[in-house]
């Protein structure tokens, strides 16, 4: 197909999109906040509140909420509902952040989205302090779009936080809280309690809280949030959670308890016991959903085991290359760098592991690094293109007290670093016994996929 001017129909929406694009980062980065509802209430409220005409399953904390979302997702649609999955950040393309179907949207739709939006983003700047963000503008475009379609329900994953986070202009029927861990201590606060304070703000009156294991100082904070609001609580660990889990092949098999009842013989191709943490957590909020419960029993348990069978998670624990394995993990904070090793320890047997790293500057950069430490034979410390990305040199300089200079690379690039790291384990292959895993940001983990050609079926 091409245009009237000749050229294809897909090198203009790519042009269109790069258009888009480049609009949406004239505005205030992801990284830069001015925590209020009042520029996105005014927004939505322009597009006659798309948010209000769809129920919404909201998901929010510190690790984990895109791998739960996805499988909220993959679950609803098994039970035949057309389901809108908002997520964030991405890997490869900013499309991927507003999915229809289990899909992303196309560039054409996501264009098309952001033009009818357009008019209403000056109306708003001209009347509020703060312009607004591009976290904002792509919040509306995929609240506008669930409606456009229209949508059975949409699964919604928080940015940063909660209680101010533009998300949350949606109520959600359901509202699920992944494991709080200290990140973004710059926002959200210096202590647990604080941070899970934010992330309690999506719990809203008389909606059901699902919440996973948390540690007590966080469980404390959520549950009285829910009893202020007269919200109902599931929790990880007394209504839900994982009773037996076993390495399979690829993946894990699992037997869950469920709010309504025990499901089985749980294939789950995914590694790591936080990830059949996710998956509990996903399959509770779907019971919460659809209504289950003591007087209607599980529900299918056939469509669960279809769905939890077919899940992917790119960029988590991934596996995208063999002879060395090379795996791409988006950990990007101590809590998650510790859930990336035990899954790595339990599922992998490398002889050789080599680390490719690179870091965005306001991490915790040291506890990522010492959280890798006893799992890596050599480090290749690299840089990402992301504008708060830690220099090589830097991060080198805090890598070299915890791993020693000698088991410390420095290659800015990472074209380089990830060549130099697979130069590394094949020196110490040992039948196959050799590895990669290039980690410690989700920009990180999305470049090292676009360079190792993996983003070709992936979905």
């Known amino acids: 197909m091409t245009r009237p001017g000749g050229g294809s129909a897909a090198g203009q929406d790519q042009a269109d999109l790069a258009r888009v694009q480049a609009e949406l980062r004239e505005r205030w980065p992801e990284s830069k906040l001015e925590p209020s509802l009042d520029r996105i209430r005014m927004l939505v409220d322009l597009l006659g509140d798309p948010q209000h005409s769809y129920p919404v399953i909201h998901v929010a904390g510190t690790n984990g909420k895109t791998t739960t979302a996805r499988i909220i997702d993959a679950l609803l649609r098994g039970f035949g509902l057309r389901v809108g999955r908002f997520t964030s950040p991405d890997l490869v393309s900013v499309t991927e952040r507003i999915s229809v179907d289990g899909e992303p949207i196309s560039a054409r739709r996501f264009v098309d989205t952001y033009d009818d939006v357009r008019p209403y983003l000056d109306l708003v700047d001209k009347d509020q302090p703060f312009p607004l963000s591009y976290f904002e503008v792509l919040t509306a475009m995929g609240f506008a779009a669930f409606a456009d379609t229209p949508v059975d329900v949409a699964v919604v994953e928080v940015g940063m936080g909660g209680r101010w986070d533009s998300t949350n202009v949606a109520d959600g029927r359901v509202a699920v809280v992944t494991p709080v861990a200290m990140?973004?201590?710059?926002?959200?606060?210096?202590?647990?309690?604080?941070?899970?304070?934010?992330?309690?703000?999506?719990?809203?009156?008389?909606?059901?809280?699902?919440?996973?294991?948390?540690?007590?100082?966080?469980?404390?904070?959520?549950?009285?949030?829910?009893?202020?609001?007269?919200?109902?609580?599931?929790?990880?660990?007394?209504?839900?959670?994982?009773?037996?889990?076993?390495?399979?092949?690829?993946?894990?098999?699992?037997?869950?308890?469920?709010?309504?009842?025990?499901?089985?013989?749980?294939?789950?191709?995914?590694?790591?016991?936080?990830?059949?943490?996710?998956?509990?957590?996903?399959?509770?909020?779907?019971?919460?959903?659809?209504?289950a419960g003591a007087a209607t029993g599980v529900i299918d348990v056939d469509v669960v085991r279809q769905a939890f069978a077919g899940i992917t998670s790119p960029g988590r624990l991934e596996v995208v290359r063999s002879a060395p394995t090379v795996l791409l993990d988006a950990a990007h904070n101590p809590h998650g760098m510790a859930a990336t090793v035990a899954a790595l320890e339990e599922s992998f047997s490398f002889r050789r592991l080599v680390g490719v790293v690179a870091v965005l500057g306001d991490k915790d950069v040291t506890g990522i690094l010492a959280a890798l430490e006893p799992v890596l034979d050599e480090v290749v410390v690299t840089e990402n293109s992301s504008p708060r990305g830690m220099l090589a040199d830097d991060l080198a300089a805090i890598a070299v007290p915890i791993f020693g200079s000698e088991r410390v690379v420095v290659e800015p690039r990472l074209d380089d670093a990830i060549e130099a790291a697979v130069e590394l384990a094949e020196e110490g292959d040992q039948v196959g016994g050799s590895g990669v895993l290039i980690t410690g940001s989700v920009v990180t983990a999305g470049e090292a996929r676009t360079l190792l050609g993996t983003m070709r079926g992936a979905r």
Do not use: C
């Open 183 to 291: 990140d973004h201590m710059a926002y959200l606060g210096d202590t647990l309690p604080e941070i899970a304070a934010e992330k309690a703000g999506i719990i809203k009156p008389e909606s059901i809280a699902v919440l996973a294991g948390q540690e007590r100082e966080a469980a404390d904070v959520l549950q009285r949030r829910a009893v202020e609001v007269d919200a109902t609580v599931a929790r990880e660990g007394a209504e839900f959670g994982v009773l037996t889990r076993a390495i399979a092949v690829g993946g894990q098999m699992l037997s869950v308890q469920g709010l309504a009842g025990q499901y089985d013989e749980l294939f789950l191709p995914l590694h790591g016991a936080h990830h059949a943490q996710n998956a509990v957590v996903a399959l509770a909020a779907v019971e919460a959903f659809l209504g």
